[in-house]
């Protein structure tokens, strides 16, 4: 998102040092890079320069003529009901409840630790009950709720027809005697081999 707070005729900026810290202005002129000239009629702020740093810019915006006298911008200022658009907002709200703590005795900073130990233990008990029912739902971090699935038979496949009589008799009949092996013909020795010469005398 672009920066939309710009040091600008009309903007309206809360003192944050100074004697006026805590109070509503708005930038009637620029005199410099370092300090403008503001007014603040409807929070009994007098028309003097300030430093840029000492102003914190807000998102309100009034419009009125440039360098335009004390009494244009108080009817501007009351036009523009800036006093209530400025107290709706969560800044000014978190300076109020600021503002009350610091005033706060200790009776009532009893109290409050009173109330915040009441709101935890309420704020605890609606917890686990969220969680206990999430779990039975079965809707704890996001998950749906996951149904049984029905038990299903699968379909009987076709089998051929065994006939239990004929695999017990393979089963108990004997095996067959293995044949015995032809016996080899021997080999017939060479008629040299056979006849010997005669011994000399």
């Avoid at 006026?20 to 002129?29: A, M, Y």
């Avoid at 009034?62 to 360098?67: D, G, L, M, S, W």
Wanted: proline share 6%; hydrophobic share 40%.
């Amino acid at each position: 998102m672009p920066f939309d707070r710009f040091v600008q005729t009309g903007r309206v900026a809360l003192v944050a040092d100074g004697t006026d810290k805590g109070r509503l202005v708005t930038i009637v002129d620029v005199i410099d890079q370092t300090r403008v000239l503001v007014d603040g009629p409807c929070s009994n702020v007098m028309r003097k320069g300030l430093r840029i740093n000492q102003l914190q810019l807000t998102k309100l915006r009034i419009k009125f003529p440039h360098t335009a006298s004390t009494r244009v911008v108080r009817k501007a200022w009351e036009a523009a009901d800036l006093s209530k658009k400025w107290a709706e907002t969560q800044w000014a709200k978190k300076l109020d409840n600021k503002e009350k703590r610091a005033n706060m005795g200790d009776l009532d900073r009893f109290k409050l630790q009173l109330a915040r130990r009441e709101r935890n233990r309420l704020r605890t008990v609606a917890y686990k009950n969220l969680k206990a029912k999430a779990v039975r739902t079965g809707s704890l971090f996001g998950k749906k709720s996951i149904k049984p699935k029905k038990a299903t038979k699968k379909p009987a496949r076709n089998k051929k027809p065994v006939n239990k009589s004929a695999k017990k008799e393979a089963k108990t009949a004997k095996p067959a005697a293995p044949k015995p092996a032809a016996a080899k013909p021997a080999a017939a020795k060479p008629a040299a081999a056979a006849a010997k010469p005669a011994p000399k005398k």
